[in-house]
Structure formats: structure tokens, C-alpha cells
């Protein structure tokens, strides 16, 4: 049972532009969300987080999006930068302040950002 | 900061061996987690040590057992090893907070056990 699924194993965007990378779930107990970024040969990188209570977080770049009725949310990444390319994993977990609880990942994206 | 350590980063066994894997923390944290990343798939959880106690536990049988030291660091034991035991093995670290949560997990660059 696939509790968090990324649907689209690959993304390619030109340099500049938005890159946009989709993630829905199906527990409705999950409150917190991340995203992680994979070199090759590297472990996942944590990228940025939201939790249930907010619908938007900002770092830079890259803001993600949560709609909890829709149990979706979504990273953007503005301006996408060639550096960008990697595979971006959804993880959620289910507790309170739940970053340190286990975390379900979904099978993650291969973003490619074309020069 | 060396962030958080893992040895070895390849490793070769065949069917029914036993394989030991390490993981040093990030400093300051003092909770390590056990992934399983197969291939093409994301991280699976496997368990969670905190206070050199198992804390949490994912679908995994019992071949796969953990500790955790003193200073934090951990090791993660599989017994009778199959083929489908392949992957990539990340640890993550992460400091708690008790009733407030905790940090981020940062993870290591995993090691690569095959099974032949």
C-alpha cells in the first residue's frame, strides 16, 4: 500500500524556468511533509518542510504547496538551475512536530533542468 | 561538522550471511534511523533508536536488528541474508525535542549492500 505516490517518475525543464514536482498521499494522518533531494552516489538531502497547519512555505527558490483536502502538495522550483537535476523525494510521517518520527517516502522524481 | 558517517559504503555477501552496518550521527543529534532504499524505489523505514533503545519499528522481519552506543552511534544487523535484501541502506540522524518533535533527519551516503 502506497501511502505517498509521486506519479511522475521524470520531469524535464528548460533552464529558467519552473519546475514543478507533484506528490499525493492517502493517510489523512500524516501532519507533517518534506521534500529531499538525491545526487548519484549521495544520500537524500532535506530540501524544505511544511506542516499541516500552514498551506505555503518559502525558502528561496523553492516553495511548496499543501492542500489538505486534496491530500496533494507540490514543490516549485523558481528559476529551475541545470545544479537542480536530481531525484526529489515526498516523505510525510504522523505525529506531533513529526520530523523526527519515520518518515514514508514516495518513489521520487528524476528532475533534469536542460541548460 | 562531518556530517553523518556510514562504513562500509560497498559491501558483497551471499545468501544466508550475516552483514553488520555502522552509522555515525551528526553532531549534536542523538537519533539515528535505518532506511532501505531498493532499487528504483523510495527509502523504506526500518527502525529508530533513541536512547540506545529501538523506538519505532517498520514492516521488516526480525533478521533486521539494530543498536545503539553510548556516544549515539549506531549499527544495523541482518541475519540470513536473501537476495531481496539488495539495496541501498541509509542511516538518518536527527536530534529530539521530547513533546516538541525534533529536527530534520539528515542522512548519510548510505552503503550499498549486494547479495549474490
Known amino acids: 500500500d502506497q501511502q505517498v505516490k509521486q506519479n511522475s517518475p521524470s520531469l524535464s525543464v528548460q533552464e529558467g524556468r519552473i519546475s514543478i514536482l507533484n506528490c499525493d498521499y492517502t493517510?489523512?494522518?500524516?501532519?507533517?511533509f518534506l521534500w529531499y533531494k538525491k545526487y548519484p552516489a549521495e544520500g537524500p538531502t532535506f530540501l524544505i518542510s511544511i506542516s499541516s497547519i500552514k498551506d505555503k512555505n518559502e525558502d528561496g527558490r523553492f516553495t511548496v504547496f499543501l492542500n489538505k483536502s486534496a491530500k496533494h502538495l507540490s514543490l516549485h522550483i523558481v528559476p529551475s538551475q541545470p545544479g537542480d537535476s536530481a531525484v526529489y523525494f515526498c516523505?510525510?510521517?504522523?505525529?506531533?512536530?513529526?520530523?523526527?518520527?519515520?518518515?514514508?517516502f514516495g518513489t521520487g522524481t528524476l528532475l533534469a533542468v536542460q541548460p | 561538522d562531518a556530517g553523518v558517517t556510514q562504513s562500509p559504503t560497498h559491501l558483497i555477501k551471499t545468501r544466508g550471511q550475516q552483514v553488520t552496518l555502522r552509522c555515525s550521527p551528526k553532531s549534536g543529534h542523538d537519533t539515528v534511523s535505518w532506511y532501505q532504499q531498493a532499487l528504483g524505489q523510495g527509502p523504506q523505514f526500518i527502525f529508530q533508536?533513541?536512547?540506545?533503545?529501538?523506538?519505532q519499528r517498520g514492516n521488516f522481519p526480525d533478521r533486521f536488528s539494530g543498536h545503539q552506543f553510548p556516544n549515539y552511534s549506531s549499527e544495523l544487523n541482518v541475519n540470513a541474508l536473501l537476495l531481496g535484501d539488495s539495496a541501498l541502506y541509509l542511516c538518518?540522524?536527527?536530534?529530539?525535542?521530547?513533546?516538541?518533535?525534533?529536527?530534520?533527519?539528515?542522512f548519510g551516503p548510505g552503503t550499498r549492500l549486494t547479495v549474490l
Open positions: 493517510n489523512s494522518m500524516f501532519d507533517y
Open positions: 516523505a510525510a510521517s504522523a505525529s506531533s512536530g513529526g520530523a523526527t518520527n519515520k518518515l514514508i
Open positions: 538518518a540522524s536527527s536530534f529530539d525535542l521530547g513533546l516538541a518533535g525534533g529536527s530534520e533527519q539528515f
Open positions: 533508536y533513541y536512547e540506545e533503545e529501538e523506538r
